[in-house]
């Protein structure tokens, strides 16, 4: 594994330091932060193994000629020649004789969604609660069912209350959630590139390019991200009511007395 740059982990701290400090600040300059050495820095979080996307790229394919594909990709960036590809879509079994449809994009937008994942993270990692689990750095499922287990069995509730936001990868609405970027995010450059990825398009698993004006596509790294805004505003709503709470993405858990 690429260790990692000691200058990006600082950049990504200030960032933190600042959103931390100032939660109404509007993070500005942040696009000029998607260079070279950030790209570089951010191929360790990339699956290796992981499957390549429409330009059947692979990520180790990609790997053989890191270097020059990285200058190439911000050199794309910096004269607005990027354009983004389309996600293939590919369908897995849920278990209940159903499918799940998930998007893999090509291995430069991967590099470059985790690489603004990263600098939105630094950012909204300050403004969630302890009780958010849903697609968060170092807690997941089984850390949200041991908060569950402690508040059922040793608080007074008579009653939980669970909220689901059904359908939410197809009915994300773009508009919204780049609204509320905004409110954390004065950086348009940075703002055009995301508006790029929502309306970048799928490649169905029959070979029809769709482009649909809501939802974005499962397990990428834009999606993932993506979920956790809409919980973090749930979260405003509910910790108003004076109930503690516990959110995992899209799935949030409100305890009643």
């Known amino acids: 594994m690429q260790e990692r740059s000691v200058s990006v982990q600082t950049s990504l701290q200030a960032i933190a330091k600042k959103a931390s400090e100032q939660p109404e600040y509007r993070f500005r300059n942040l696009f000029g932060m998607l260079n070279e050495e950030m790209l570089k820095d951010s191929w360790q979080f990339i699956r290796k193994d992981a499957a390549s996307g429409v330009d059947r790229v692979s990520a180790k394919e990609y790997e053989l000629n890191l270097d020059e594909n990285i200058h190439q990709l911000v050199e794309d960036l910096k004269r607005k020649r990027?354009?983004?590809?389309?996600?293939?879509?590919?369908?897995?079994?849920?278990?209940?004789?159903?499918?799940?449809?998930?998007?893999?994009?090509?291995?430069?937008?991967?590099?470059?969604?985790?690489?603004?994942?990263?600098?939105?993270?630094?950012?909204?990692?300050?403004?969630?609660?302890?009780?958010?689990?849903g697609y968060r750095p170092n807690v997941g499922a089984l850390d949200a069912v041991d908060e569950l287990t402690i508040k059922l069995q040793f608080g007074r509730y008579n009653f939980v209350v669970e909220a689901d936001i059904k359908g939410f990868f197809d009915n994300l609405n773009h508009d919204e959630l780049l609204k509320m970027l905004a409110e954390r995010v004065d950086d348009k450059a940075l703002l055009w590139l995301i508006g790029k990825w929502l309306k970048a398009g799928v490649l169905d698993t029959d070979g029809k390019r769709l482009h649909p004006e809501t939802g974005t596509p499962r397990r990428c790294h834009l999606a993932d991200f993506g979920e956790r805004l809409p919980a973090l505003r749930a979260g405003y709503v509910v910790s108003e009511s004076g109930y503690p709470a516990l959110s995992r993405a899209s799935v949030s858990d409100t305890f009643c007395g």
């Open 82 to 133: 990027y354009r983004a590809k389309l996600v293939r879509r590919v369908l897995i079994p849920k278990g209940n004789g159903k499918t799940r449809p998930l998007g893999i994009p090509a291995t430069q937008d991967k590099l470059l969604q985790a690489a603004v994942k990263r600098l939105l993270e630094a950012i909204y990692e300050q403004d969630f609660s302890c009780c958010s689990f």
